[in-house]
């Protein structure tokens, strides 16, 4: 009589959010990228008096702030989802409430996507970030919707 080894599948692949998951990446290393850079300097007015540099310094990194928390929302909204989808969470876990897309006040916010003294790299990170965040926000309401009674 032979003896049956039980071998553990692979885990499966899951390409649910998989596009998703690599946009919210590459948008966090291009905030990383801008973050090691003297960015907060550029597009700086000259001109300007001296009080100039250092308020658009502080309205630079309050926006890079807005761009690192709309991503790290993004990106923990898609590991869950992602792990549902792989079988790691029930899928109720969708439904719970520190599982849904949160930030809403500060991510929903337009800030210094429109501010021409800002550096222009922070201005396309902070509405391509906008964007990502709006289209999960969008999912996680409809999926909210679907939810199932209690």
């Not at 898609?78 to 520190?98: F, N, R, T």
Request: some cysteine; proline content about 7%.
């Amino acid at each position: 009589m032979s003896e049956q080894v039980n071998h553990p599948l692979p885990a499966p692949r899951v390409a649910a959010f998989d596009g998703t998951y690599r946009e919210v990446m590459s948008l966090l290393e291009q905030a990383r990228g801008l973050a090691l850079t003297p960015w907060f300097v550029v597009g700086v007015d000259q001109g300007a008096g001296s009080e100039a540099p250092a308020l658009l310094r502080l309205e630079a990194s309050c926006e890079a702030l807005r761009v690192t928390s709309r991503l790290t929302h993004c990106l923990a909204w898609v590991l869950v989802h992602k792990a549902i989808h792989a079988g790691e969470l029930s899928a109720d876990a969708a439904y719970e409430p520190a599982n849904r897309l949160s930030g809403g006040p500060v991510c929903l916010a337009i800030g210094g996507e429109a501010n021409p003294r800002l550096p222009k790299a922070l201005r396309a990170l902070l509405e391509a970030s906008r964007v990502l965040y709006v289209r999960l926000a969008r999912l996680d309401e409809r999926m909210a919707a679907a939810a199932p009674a209690e």
